[in-house]
């Protein structure tokens, strides 16, 4: 059973920085999958935030902001949050997509609250 599991959100001011961390389990090829973090807030869709495999990529609004990398000896992604603004008050997801099969995996999300 594949189960993703964030954590690190919290209140932060804003200007400050904070770590994001995604543990995957039950995952055997994890240096295969897709990564990628989401994020969410109240009345808003879901909004791709970056994605890590062969290359990265971010969103406009937190490009040269955040960054994206992963461990997979520990199954993890990262996600380093820096500059951070009222604006990126979010639930943030992690999300899993395995090689040629149509599906993903969501995580259950960690809210992060920029607010002075």
């Known amino acids: 059973q594949v189960q993703l599991v964030e954590s690190g959100g919290g209140l932060v001011q804003p200007g400050g920085s904070l770590r994001l961390s995604c543990a995957a389990s039950?995952?055997?090829?994890?240096?295969?999958?897709?990564m990628a973090w989401y994020r969410q807030a109240p009345g808003k869709q879901r909004e791709l935030v970056a994605t890590i495999g062969g290359n990265t990529n971010y969103a406009d609004s937190v490009k040269g902001r955040f960054t994206i990398s992963r461990d997979n000896a520990k199954n993890t992604v990262y996600l380093q949050m820096s500059s951070l603004k009222p604006e990126d008050t979010a639930v943030y997801y992690c999300n899993a997509a395995p090689p040629r099969w149509n599906r993903v995996y969501w995580g259950q999300g960690t809210q992060v609250t920029v607010s002075s």
């Open positions: 039950g995952i055997i090829f994890f240096s295969t999958y897709n």
